[in-house]
């Protein structure tokens, strides 16, 4: 039978099963349209269409709670048993069905986006809808009356690596425990890791908050791990999708608007010594160095103040001596520190937002094509001019929030919800 795009209003009085709209009407008729309108789980064949629904059925119900799914989103989505059905109601019966397959192996590939860590901003999976789309569409096809290779395509689709199945393992040994705060924290990783693995990048960072720590993976596996600051809960780092574009060494840095009307500005009505303890520059809107004793700090407020200010470069910099610039659309970025004790604490939750990394010269030499000059680094060079370092090929960074976590070692451990986000 071919099968054309048939409304749903199209199904006669002769249908036996509820129907719905479609989650992916256009992803279905592409599919169909690649199929040549022929239908997939309605037909006779090899094996029959009511071999091919048992086994999509049956990977519904005893994968889909193993991977961190949802067993009753897939099974919802599928029309009841229905016979006897006219041309019109088995053309909508088996898109259904179809809709339901492309939901969960999209799912499988790329972890569900309702279960993952929610982002803000994300400026990297958009760029592989279509592609990620044709390729579950080009396994589905291939799959067409065998129940073998429909069985065949979960092992495609789900990640080898060892770090996923360690939280895959833990989830199923919680799932017989019945803790179902550790299988909801292990569900949300385990489809963070299906995002992040499925782009096959060379090279990308995972940033999780919750564990304060930063994986740089290489070839999907970690070849660096360090500890980090994350912002405090009044202050929470946000959660986002970015590149890393280029490192700066000797950066400035320049106040954010919050901190200098509500942090120093208080100060500098009482006594501008502040500004010289911070190594501060007052900084117009042109850019240029204003004499802070030329102006008339009582009448500033945090309203009319038309100034920023900006710490002067060097080891005592805030920022430390280097800066990884994100494109991401928040002002916040991965940097040394000139604290180092806050890495030896064990709830390092302590910034304004940004992320300050414990070994920023081992990362910028991973990402850069040239080694740092470390003693360039060392030498705390008074007045050094910023020096911009192009990344060449921008790395992926995803800023997660994840409370259980594969250590690289085999274990997984679990965070406290320092944001109350779960």
Not at 86 to 108: G, H
Not at 232 to 251: A, D, G, Q, W
Not at 255 to 268: D, G, K, W, Y
Request: include cysteine; hydrophobic fraction near 40%; charged fraction near 25%.
């Amino acid at each position: 039978m071919i099968l054309c795009a048939v409304p749903i209003t199209a199904v006669n009085a002769q249908q036996r099963f509820a129907v719905r709209p479609l989650s992916n009407p256009s992803w279905v008729d592409a599919f169909y349209r690649q199929q040549e309108g022929r239908l997939y789980w309605s037909r006779s064949g090899i094996e029959t269409g009511d071999t091919m629904r048992s086994e999509l059925v049956r990977i519904f119900k005893e994968n889909a709670v193993f991977q961190g799914l949802d067993s009753l989103k897939y099974l919802s989505m599928l029309p009841d048993t229905a016979a006897d059905l006219d041309s019109a109601a088995i053309q909508v019966y088996d898109r259904m069905i179809t809709d339901a397959a492309l939901s969960y192996f999209m799912d499988l590939y790329r972890g569900d986006p309702k279960t993952r860590t929610k982002v803000g901003s994300d400026e990297i999976s958009g760029k592989y809808e279509l592609s990620d789309r044709q390729y579950i569409t080009d396994l589905l096809y291939k799959a067409s009356n065998s129940s073998a290779r429909l069985r065949e395509m979960v092992q495609t689709l789900e990640p080898s690596q060892p770090l996923y199945l360690t939280l895959k393992n833990e989830l199923q040994t919680q799932l017989e425990s019945g803790d179902r705060k550790k299988v909801a924290s292990l569900a949300i990783s385990l489809n963070n890791f299906r995002w992040f693995l499925h782009f096959r990048f060379q090279h990308f960072m995972v940033v999780n908050i919750a564990a304060a720590s930063l994986c740089y993976f290489e070839q999907d596996s970690v070849k660096l791990t360090m500890r980090i600051v994350a912002g405090k809960p009044s202050t929470m780092t946000p959660r986002f999708v970015t590149y890393c574009n280029e490192v700066i060494l000797y950066p400035y840095w320049n106040v954010p608007r919050s901190i200098a009307v509500n942090e120093i500005l208080p100060f500098c009505r009482k006594n501008l010594v502040v500004l010289e303890v911070l190594r501060m520059q007052v900084i117009d809107s042109k850019g240029a160095v204003v004499d802070p004793k030329r102006l008339d700090w009582k009448r500033f407020t945090a309203k009319n103040f038309p100034y920023r200010f900006r710490q002067s470069t060097g080891c005592d910099n805030a920022l430390g001596v280097i800066k990884f610039n994100l494109t991401s659309p928040y002002s916040v970025y991965l940097h040394d520190t000139n604290l180092k004790s806050a890495f030896k604490e064990a709830k390092r939750y302590l910034s304004h937002g940004c992320i300050r990394i414990e070994k920023p010269l081992e990362l910028a030499n991973e990402i850069l094509d040239d080694k740092l000059d470390e003693r360039f680094l060392n030498a705390s060079i008074k007045g050094q001019q910023p020096v911009t370092k192009k990344v060449g090929k921008p790395v992926p960074v995803f800023v997660l929030y994840m409370t259980a976590d594969d250590a690289a070692n085999g274990t997984v451990n679990y965070f406290e919800d320092i944001y109350n986000l779960l």
